[in-house]
């Protein structure tokens, strides 16, 4: 099993990024499958979480991000829109085989996870 994320970079505050994860060894449509953000100095905090057409947001990014999955592809995506200096930040992807909804945020259920691609916002 593996995730690979990529599609971060450098863009202005206001800009866009889609990061994406690619998935092997699995099918992406079998299980729930994460973002996770840790910014310099902090906590690897939960993003976003999909998992049988249920999609999650943290509030800091609901209504600017947008988690898809391609299933032909075995990939997740992440659509980055608005984005702030506070979304700074290495953006990590992960998988969980089973996890409540409601705790989608915590991360000692997901058991593989891929690494992480660097996001730089600029203001």
């Known amino acids: 099993v593996q995730l690979q994320a990529s599609g971060g970079g450098l863009v202005q505050a206001g800009g866009s990024l889609r990061l994406s994860c690619a998935a092997s060894?699995?099918?992406?449509?079998?299980?729930?499958v994460g973002w996770f953000r840790q910014a310099p100095g902090k906590e690897r905090e939960g993003v976003s979480f999909?998992?049988?057409?249920?999609?999650f947001y943290a509030d800091a990014v609901k209504g600017r991000f947008t988690i898809s999955r391609d299933n032909a592809k075995n990939t997740v995506y992440l659509q980055m829109n608005s984005l702030k200096p506070e979304d700074t930040a290495v953006y990590y992807c992960?998988?969980?085989?089973?996890?409540?909804?409601?705790?989608?945020?915590?991360?000692?259920?997901?058991?593989?996870w891929g690494k992480g691609t660097l996001v730089t916002v600029s203001s």
């Open positions: 060894g699995f099918a992406v449509d079998d299980y729930g």
């Open positions: 992960a998988r969980a085989p089973r996890l409540p909804f409601s705790l989608w945020r915590a991360q000692s259920y997901y058991t593989y």
């Open positions: 999909i998992n049988v057409g249920r999609k």
